[in-house]
């Protein structure tokens, strides 16, 4: 089993800034697809960004694309998402999510933490 916990969202003003932390536990976290998704009250979840287990291949929807920034640190068990350039339609609740390449998707998640940017 994976357990993932997220970490660092709050209340920020437009334009503001956030980081956003995912610890994982296990020791298998380095093989991992790790992702960001996110929900808006009434809205579905939607992907924001995904990281390859080295790191090296990332994937962002376009809406945070030059705003967001995903990174792992794979000796930390720990992935972040960097939120620069907030706007009020990024408020949601933040998830992170891992795939374990096994081909059943992503199929360990987070709790999730609040984000809510506010104009």
């Known amino acids: 089993q994976v357990q993932l916990v997220e970490s660092g969202g709050g209340l920020v003003q437009v334009g503001g800034s956030l980081r956003l932390s995912c610890a994982a536990s296990g020791r298998a976290f380095s093989s991992y697809t790790m992702a960001w998704f996110r929900q808006a009250p009434g809205k579905e979840r939607e992907f924001v960004a995904a990281?390859?287990?080295?790191?090296?291949?990332?994937q962002y929807v376009d809406s945070v694309k030059g705003r967001f920034t995903i990174s792992r640190d794979n000796a930390k068990n720990t992935m972040y998402l960097q939120m620069n350039s907030l706007k009020p339609e990024d408020t949601a609740v933040y998830y992170c999510a891992a795939d374990r390449n096994q081909g059943s998707g992503y199929d360990f998640w987070g709790q999730g933490t609040q984000v809510t940017v506010s104009s």
């Open positions: 990281i390859k287990w080295s790191g090296g291949i990332r």
